[in-house]
């Protein structure tokens, strides 16, 4: 492995940690400020309750924008990151094999 593949990797895995801890922190605060939201959700977690129904409903709650019907500025700078994050994650996952098909590889 080239050290550029290393740095690839060590980025991404470092940012699969954030992403946790992000995600941990959206449940905490939805859990204690928004429970009815959050048992809509599915009452998600990071390990216990971690099914594709809640996940895919965590997603579409980020992705979609629900955050903004809540009027809470802490949950919605939190998404908004989490929004910004996410595709840079997707990006940064994505580009090197875009870089290296379009040069033929």
Known sequence: M??????????????????FGLGVRLFRLLERDHAEVYARMGSPSLVANNTIRNNW?????????????????????????MRVFLVAYLLWLVGPFVWFWSRGG
């Open 57 to 81: 409903l965590s997603l579409r709650f980020l992705v979609g924008g629900g955050y903004r019907e809540l009027g809470d500025a802490r949950v919605t700078r939190l998404c908004r990151f």
């Open 2 to 19: 080239s050290e550029t593949q290393a740095i690839w990797f060590g980025v991404l895995f470092g940012a699969i940690l954030v992403w």
